[in-house]
């Protein structure tokens, strides 16, 4: 069945830390790829997007991730994080030019200051 | 650039009542995505609404239902509403079916 799965569902960071959020989604086809943010008490935003070419991809706010094929992985990378960038992150896939949004379970991020 | 907009933007209904939520979807896209979101998980795709007409739909039964008008804004219809339906429900638009998704603020929907 077609799936994402996000490794982490709360992580804890430090100002200036470095982040990483896994995520894996199963085999079915072709992919597109996207990061939304969720910031408290906001609407769900696109961080960032891939659909082909370049597998590093950059988003807004410094963000970026990078296609794995091989491992059916999209982590998503900050090198260094900051108070506002608490909120919930949810990695989401489109199988086969289909319309279905499929999210992962979304992995919540505090920063402390 | 207008964005996404739903209403309302809560809503308290009975268990057995029907409800009807509102879209309209941002400048120029013309599919229209419904989804689930309950607490504490990621959204569940109800289904979408391409050139008004449905273009897929989600794992959820007959009494959720949907319509697209001319102008590409979009209703989601739920009957005999179950205390299970509680959740915030979101609306997203796009350019085309496998798009980027842009979502609105959602309605939160509580049923007692």
């Known amino acids: 069945a077609q799936s994402v799965s996000q490794h982490n569902h709360h992580v804890i960071l430090s100002e200036a830390a470095s982040l990483e959020l896994g995520c894996n989604y199963s085999?079915?086809?072709?992919?597109?790829l996207f990061w939304y943010v969720q910031y408290p008490g906001q609407h769900l935003q696109l961080l960032l997007k891939y659909f082909s070419g370049d597998p590093l991809v950059k988003g807004i706010k410094g963000f970026e991730a990078e296609f794995i094929k091989s491992k059916f992985s999209f982590n998503l990378r900050k090198p260094s994080v900051q108070w506002s960038d608490t909120a919930e992150y949810f990695c989401?896939?489109?199988?086969?030019?289909?319309?279905?949004?499929?999210f992962g379970q979304g992995t919540e991020l505090s920063v402390k200051p | 650039e207008t964005g996404v907009t739903q209403s309302p933007t809560h809503l308290i209904k009975t268990r057995g009542q029907q409800v009807t939520l509102r879209c309209s979807s941002q400048?120029?896209?013309?599919?229209v995505s419904w989804y689930q979101q309950a607490l504490g998980q990621g959204p569940q795709f109800i289904f979408q609404?391409?050139?008004?007409?449905?273009?897929g739909r989600g794992n959820f039964p007959p009494r959720f239902s949907g319509l697209q008008f001319p102008n590409y804004s979009s209703e989601l219809n739920v009957n005999a509403l179950e205390l299970d339906d509680s959740a915030l429900y979101l609306c997203a638009s796009s350019f085309e079916p496998g798009g980027e998704q842009y979502f609105g603020p959602g309605t939160r929907l509580t049923v007692t």
């Open positions: 989401a896939v489109i199988y086969n030019q289909g319309g279905k949004l499929i």
């Open positions: 609404y391409y050139r008004e007409e449905e273009n």
């Open positions: 085999y079915g086809g072709t992919v597109n």
């Open positions: 400048s120029g896209h013309n599919t």
